[in-house]
């Protein structure tokens, strides 16, 4: 297969219904042996469904593209993750990507403290925007989203074409629960986010992020808003 722009509908459909069929390594397998280096995993450090995924991966091919987006408002503990994971699962190629704009200049030109009163447009600025550029010439992103994470997400597929970042969209562990991704990854003693065990459920940034809030209602609260655009059309 050349690449995923050579996917047509049908073809996706296809996959889609044979790779439901499949456990996540099996599809993290198959997308490291269909796209090689086109291959790129948006890892956010935070939730235990992208450790797994990053962990089957770097088991395949360390050399992986990983790219994390650091909005500036990250938990000390998510970078402090993320060093542990490139140095235990030896992963040779994740790279940060922010935003152009700086806390300063952000606040600056669109006032303080944006995520308050706009956090769609903080979120264009510092997430969607860098995530296009990490997969800029790639052509499948692993991503980690899991059907049972909530409503908006309850029927992800495992691979859809991705208008908006012009790529084939994967996500291995859709149909895995979150107890299965934490035997997963307690099995494999893969690093993990220690908030995760101090009542955080789901963790973004610390400025849109509570714990004790099941799922990812923590995240935004006071806003009608659960995603933050990376995932939406
Ligand atoms: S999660 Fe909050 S602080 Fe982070 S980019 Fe979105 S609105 Fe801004």
């Given at each position: ?72 408002y ?41 995520w ?89 940034c610390f400025n849109c992020t ?24």
């Amino acid at each position: 297969m050349a690449g995923s722009t050579a996917l047509s509908e049908a073809s996706i459909s296809a996959l889609t219904t044979r790779l439901e069929q499949e456990n996540p390594e099996a599809i993290v397998r198959w997308a490291i042996e269909t796209f090689g280096d086109g291959v790129s995993i948006g890892a956010s450090f935070g939730g235990v469904t992208g450790m797994a995924i990053l962990h089957m991966a770097a088991t395949l091919k360390p050399d992986v593209h990983v790219f994390v987006l650091d909005t500036d408002y990250l938990f000390e503990e998510t970078h402090e993750t993320m060093r542990q994971a490139v140095s235990s699962l030896d992963l040779t190629n994740v790279q940060v990507y922010k935003s152009k704009l700086n806390h300063e200049v952000q606040a600056a030109k669109h006032g303080s403290a944006l995520w308050m009163r706009n956090p769609d447009l903080c979120c264009e600025i510092r997430k969607v925007e860098p995530n296009r550029r990490a997969l800029a010439g790639k052509t499948c992103w692993l991503s980690g989203l899991r059907r049972d994470q909530s409503e908006g997400r309850a029927s992800v597929p495992i691979v859809e074409w991705n208008n908006k970042f012009g790529v084939l969209k994967v996500n291995p562990l859709a149909n895995w629960t979150e107890a299965q991704t934490w035997d997963y990854v307690v099995k494999h003693e893969v690093p993990y986010n220690p908030l995760l065990n101090q009542g955080y459920t789901s963790i973004g940034c610390f400025n849109c992020t509570l714990p004790g809030v099941q799922g990812r209602a923590g995240r935004w609260a006071g806003f009608d808003k659960d995603e933050c655009g990376l995932h939406t059309s």
